[in-house]
């Protein structure tokens, strides 16, 4: 489970973040996890809350963000989501020539501290 491995390197962030401001705690945290990163959602709640403990982080409250998958037709020069994962057909001109231009990470978007 790779999540985990994540969830440890973004709370290290996290409490870098914190000291450099002076934080007693952080009490959230907005993460955005790329359509395309094969992070589960539910195994970094899951982890997330298990690396926080024993720092400045725990207790903090995990807010995710997961957008849908966008991608880029040539043909057409439009930004679009696919009908289904499987298809690369664009739903506007039925062109072939579509590539992926979404995320496929995991950021950190906001820290929240006292």
């Not at 037709?73 to 001109?93: F, K, M, N, R, W």
């Amino acid at each position: 489970m790779h999540e985990i491995t994540l969830c440890q390197n973004a709370v290290e962030i996290m409490q870098q973040v914190g000291r450099e401001n002076n934080a007693r705690r952080i009490t959230a945290v907005w993460m955005e996890i790329g359509a395309l990163s094969c992070v589960e959602p539910e195994a970094v709640q899951f982890c997330f809350a298990l690396v926080c403990r024993e720092t400045l982080a725990e207790g903090a409250v995990l807010h995710l963000d997961i957008p849908t998958a966008t991608h880029w037709c040539d043909a057409c020069q439009q930004t679009i989501t696919l009908l289904s994962p499987g298809v690369s057909l664009c739903p506007h001109c039925g062109g072939r020539e579509v590539r992926v231009i979404a995320d496929s990470g995991m950021k950190i978007k906001r820290i929240e501290i006292e």
